[in-house]
């Protein structure tokens, strides 16, 4: 097909990035978002991106990058497509240094690099603490551009619902939502991309902004797409709690020298800046004197709970601890992490160069997602995924800093991909086949049962009932009895969900309709995790059984694969062995020097 | 109802064709609450104080974080981000309306698609060769990047562009975030090579000119933007361009 038309779906790092690669190839996008994509979730990453560019003279290699991000992932990862990333990680930096991104310098004039957690090396290049933003929105530019030139068509504002299947469950195209007129619409495409990000909402509260529903995966999952590793969910160890949401509290915090750290008094009334270090338990660098306060995501959030919940050490018996930066002086908080500060000032109301900050474990990034191959292919023909959406590149656990340049590097993997598959292509995309009509069809009629459903149930109700229960039972520590009745729970809301009653019936931009058919999926796709953290009977990354403590290779070195059963309206499971052709999988400790 | 409560009053739009109406409300205070979370809580149970049955409210938001621009109001009458409002800092009943210069969506969402059109036709971006591998950026000072770092932090709440006496239908001002962006990628190294047309740009209707130096942008601007520092440099930026066109022509 001499000029493929490709539908990006989601406006994120990832999805610009497969935008622009299209566009720079010659192709013709149809961009799809919920929200301005300016807008997008990616503008809440904080601390930086991961590239091994050896610019502090340490010696740091992109095989140093690669066997960081796989050991952090505990060997979940398939390793030939994280060495890609890894190899191409200095060069995205580059390309996004020549789009104009604020890197903080060098007084050289060169790009300045900070340590992040599970390495030992400088290798996180940084704009401030608003990295992701700056990131986003220089992509965001090069896409007006390409739009301005006629390139691209956005639709914001609009929902992606479903892809439209012909005969032989090839993707021909996509339904979606206006979510202001409410209109339901196909869209014809000869290959699609979802770029649709992160999944927080399934867990009430999480750092994740309010699009992060996961409702595009799951719509695909339920379609038929595999979905992979869906039980491995990191938990970041510093978030600020709050009433609407768990704020971020960036891991640069510590790449700058910031502790973490708990009286060593059970509830000690003194005022943080008057306790003397001789009574302070800075249990990081106790514990894990190689790392100290760098250790992974998962490492430090155990860590945590534990101080709080068997030590019972957290500040003033609260599920807290401190998060200490004030011994680093104000010039240079300032220019490396004003922004976060300032998200602490604003919410919290205290200044952290003058108060430590009390921070506590949120749900922050899933590393499972759709299953995709080494060429961001899912399994169903024409789609194809990037970004936090797939599960490729991180495994059991995610290191700081590498999902920006996992983002971008699937993007980029992602867009040139679907064009060759789309040249490929025997016809164009048959718009008369019925095939869109029937899809269109099947979406009006979801929406006018929910519509007329005249039950008792608020469906944001549902959702906080569903957020508690995942939040206890799927995050930090697993238990299979408490898992299996979480997925109970599950089954129990599904049915509720039959009984909802919309408050507003209107048909113009009615939220509330759009929230409900968000969290029928995001509900469908809560069981996929739970039951997938059931089945894994072991320890590894971030999953974590009390009752399974070893990470097993002999059953469980193995990626976790969901399918949808539509008759039984539940999730099936298989087993794939994981590529460790490069670096042999050997047992993984931050205490130590690796 | 709970010993603490919180009031608001809220503006209420079912669409642009219909006339707007306030429907109050009585919630049970929480810590930490602010204007987002107080309508999460609404949308959970939507009565109104006097008991009525309502509908939740419709507002833009997305990462209340105060980074992705999308929440912006009028909160007791001023333009701010609902997100990082924070319910006791504010006198009760609380008001809240939806941005007075921009289409209206439904209850506090607006369209503010104006912005991007403008950095359109600013053409605010770098104009990079391709996305293949050119190697590493220009080199700049730590100085430069602290100039422009500030610059860059512009979410797009629109809220300078709101609070702007001149920025109405009749002068089409195009307001001083896109002048700001303008400020930015004309001292960019790089992007320096689109100068003159984002400076032309700048001329025409609704162009830089229609400034009136009231100042309400800077004071505003929820990211502390020096709004007008960036008016004055392309200001004067302009003024150099309009006397090269005249020696050119």
Redesign the interface.
Known sequence: MANPKIIVVGGGLAGLSAVIKIAEAGGNVDLFSIVPVKRSHSVCAQGGINAAKNLKGEGDTTAQHLDDTVYGGDFLGNQPPIKEMCDAAPAIIDLLDRMGVPFNRTPEGLLDFRRFGGTLYHRTAFAGATTGQQLLYALDEQVRRYESEGRVTKYEHWEFLSSVLDGNRVCRGICAMNLRTMEVRTFPCDALIVATGGIGAIFGKSTNSVVCTGSAQSALYQQGAYYANGEFIQVHPTSIPGEDKLRLMSESARGEGGRVWVPKQKNDKRDPRTIPDSDRFYFLEEWYPKYGNLVPRDVATRAIHKIVYENDLGIDGQPMVYLDLTHIDRHTLDRKLEGILEIYEKFVGDDPREHPMKIFPGMHYTMGGLWVDFKQATSIPGVFAAGECEYQYHGANRLGANSLVSCIFGGFMAGPEAVRYAKGLQKAAPENNGYFEAERKRQEEINSRLMTSSGSENPFRLWRELGDIMTRNVTVIRYNKNLEDTDKKIVELLDRFRNINLSDKGAWANTSFIFSRQLYNMLQLARVITQGAARRDESRGAHYKPDFPERDDAKFLKTTKAYFAPDADEPRFEWESVDTSIIKPRPRRYDMAK | MPEKTVKLKIKRQ??PNVEPHWDEFEIPW?????V??AM?DI????VTKDGQ????I?Y???????????CAMLINGKARMA??A?VDRFEQPITVEPLSKFPL??DL?VD??VL?EN??AV??????D??Y??????????Q???Q??PL??C??CTICMEVCPQFNEETNFVGAATISQVAL?ND?P??AVLKEERLHALMGDGGIHECGYAQNCVESCPKEIPLTRSISRVAGQVMVQSIKDIFSS
Request: net charge positive.
């Open positions: 079912a669409s929480k810590s930490g609450m602010n987002i979370s999460m949308a959970t149970n939507p049955q309502t509908t939740p419709a833009d938001s997305n990462c209340l974080e105060e980074i992705c621009g999308s997100c990082s924070l969506v439904r969402s503010r698609s991007f950095l359109k053409k605010a971006w770098v104009p990079v391709g996305t591998d050119l190697g590493s950026g220009p080199r700049m000072t730590p430069q990047q602290e422009n770092y860059s932090n979410i797009s990628f960019h790089t992007g």
